[in-house]
C-alpha cells in the first residue's frame, strides 16, 4: 500500500462579499497517495484554484469560511496558525503558480528567487550552497545554459522556461506534494508536452504526488492516475483516468471530452462547446448545477443528486441522475455521432 499523504474530507470554502457568499468549493473529498498523480479539470470558474491554494493555506482572509478538513499526514491544514503554515508551504507542499510571469519578481533576478526559497527554510545554507543547488535544480529541469541563466531576470526567459524556474523553486526544497495550478497554460504544445514530460520524470525522481489542476482533460491524459471532474464548486464525476475517459458518466464531462479535437475521428465541421455558460456561485441553482446547461435535463434534476457509484466499475463515482444505460446511449451520440 502507497503511503496516504493528503485527504480532503468534505471541504467547503466560501467568500463573503458585497454582492453575497461566494459558494466557491462545496464538499470536496479526495485523497493523495504518494507518487500519484491526481488531475482535477474544469472549466474556469469551477473551484479548482480554490481547492489547491486551500491545501497551501493560501485562502485565508478575513471574508473568508472554511469546514471540513484537509489532513496532510494526519495534520489538519485548516487548523493550523500561520507560524505553522510557515513550514508546510513550500517545504513540505509546494505550488507552482498559474502564470509564471506575475509569480516571479521581475524585479529580482530568477537564480536569487530561488535561493531565497532555499535560505528561507534551510537557514542553516549558507548564499553559496543555496546558489549551488538553485543551479542544479535550473539544470534539472532543462534551463539551457544555467550557469549563465542563472542570473537573468523574468523577463528573460521565455514562457516555457519561466513555468520551467517556477517547477525548479518548487522543487527546491524536495516537497511531498507539487502543486500545479494550470502549468502548461499559454504554452505551445510543443512545451506543454515537454513540461508535463519533465512534471512526470520529477516526480519519479523526488517519489512526491502531484495534483494537476487544469481545464484541459488533454493535458491529463498522459500522467494522472485518477481525475476528478468539478463544476460550480462541486466534483461531478471522480474515477481512475481510464474509467473517465472511455465510460465517462456526467454530460458536463462529456462536453469536456467532445471539446477536444481527435485524430482519430472525420474531422467535424466545427469543435462543440458546451452551451451557456458557469452559473453564479452566489446563487446557483436548484438542484443539479449542470442542469441549465445540460441537454439531457429532465424533471427528477431539480433535486441535486449525490456524488456516487452508479456503474460497476469500483471507484468511479457520478452525479447525475440518468440511468447508467441511457447515459452509454447518450454519450454515443454526444461523442461520436456528430463527427460528421
Known sequence: MAERLLEVRDLHVSFATEDGIVQAVGGVD??????????????SGCGKSVTALTLL??????NASFEGEVLYKGRDILRLSDRELEDVRGNEIAMIFQDPMTSLN?????GWQIVEMIRAHDPASTKQQARRRALELLKEVGIPNAEERIDNYPHEFSGGMRQRAMIAMGLACRPEILVADEPTTALDVTIQAQIIELLDRLKDEYDSAVVMITHDL???ATVADEILVMYAGRIVERGAKRDVFYDPQHPYTWGLLGSIPRLDRPKPKRLRAIPGAPPSLIRPPAGCRFAPRCPHAFDRC???????QRVEKE???????LPVDRKRALRTGSLEGEAA
Open 315 to 321: 471507484g468511479h463515482l457520478d452525479r447525475c441522475w
Open 106 to 110: 521581475p524585479v529580482y533576478r530568477v
Open 302 to 308: 431539480v433535486k441535486e443528486p449525490a456524488l456516487e
Open 57 to 62: 493555506g493560501l485562502t485565508r482572509a478575513t
Open 30 to 43: 479526495f485523497t493523495l497517495d504518494r507518487g500519484q498523480v491526481l488531475g482535477i479539470v474544469g472549466e
Open 218 to 220: 488533454g493535458v491529463v
